[in-house]
């Protein structure tokens, strides 16, 4: 059975700072990763796909990279703003069965920046 | 030019009461799912379906009665509904295949009284 950590669970920095988050998950056998934001009382906004394939993917000010066969992911966010204030959550979407696939979900780590 | 939309947004109701929640798309896509998001924030896949049959279906009670008219709605109704349902419950949708991502809606947030 497939379970996805994520860490640390909070995390608050001052604005301006690099930060890293942390995605595990314990069944290598993935189609991809894929990470959200959530803002308070909204739903989730994709934010980056890796397929299995690839090692990384960056949007803007975010980078994230997977070692499949370690069960790692790590979302890189560079120059920190308060705008980046959510809860990240990551996913994966296991391999096999059929194309029409369910999300994985870790439990989130919730991000603060203050200015 | 909302995505994926779900209404109503709150849903406050008795125990033992039947209510629906809506969900909505204009991207086009063939898959719709439902998710369940709990008190501790985990969010778990309760259905899944593509070009309005059921591909998924996680064990979830047969209180929960999800139905799709067509591509573009799916609907969650729920029986006699039970404290432990209250939750966020979030309609997401993709194009089928493995590397399609998925886009959420806002979620409906159910409080049973």
């Known amino acids: 059975k497939q379970e996805v950590t994520q860490i640390p669970a909070a995390l608050s920095v001052p604005e301006g700072e690099n930060l890293v988050l942390n995605c595990s998950f314990t069944?290598?056998?993935?189609?991809?990763l894929q990470w959200f934001r959530q803002d308070p009382g909204k739903g989730l906004t994709s934010l980056l796909l890796?397929?299995?394939?690839?090692r990384e993917q960056t949007s803007g000010r975010l980078n994230a990279s997977l070692d499949k066969s370690s069960g790692r992911s790590t979302l890189y966010i560079a120059a920190s703003q308060p705008g980046d204030s959510a809860t990240y959550l990551c996913?994966?979407?296991?391999?096999?069965?059929?194309?029409?696939?369910?999300?994985?979900f870790g439990q989130g780590t919730i991000l603060t920046v203050h200015p | 030019d909302t995505a994926v939309s779900q209404t109503p947004k709150y849903l406050v109701t008795q125990m033992g009461n039947d209510k629906s929640i809506k969900c909505e798309q204009n991207?086009?896509?063939?898959?719709m799912y439902w998710y369940k998001q709990d008190s501790k924030k985990f969010l778990k896949i309760m259905f899944s379906?593509?070009?309005?049959?059921?591909?998924i279906n996680e064990t979830v009670p047969n209180r929960f009665s999800p139905k799709s008219p067509d591509k573009a709605h799916l609907n969650l109704h729920i029986n006699s509904l039970e404290l432990g349902d209250s939750a966020v419950y979030f309609c997401?949708?993709?194009?089928?295949?493995?590397?399609?991502?998925?886009?959420f809606g806002d979620g409906t947030r159910l409080s049973i009284l």
């Open positions: 997401a949708s993709s194009q089928a295949g493995q590397n399609q991502p998925q886009h």
């Open positions: 890796i397929q299995s394939s690839q």
């Open positions: 379906y593509n070009n309005k049959e059921l591909i």
């Open positions: 069944d290598s056998a993935i189609y991809n």
């Open positions: 991207l086009g896509h063939d898959t």
């Open positions: 996913a994966v979407r296991p391999a096999g069965g059929t194309s029409y696939g369910k999300l994985t």
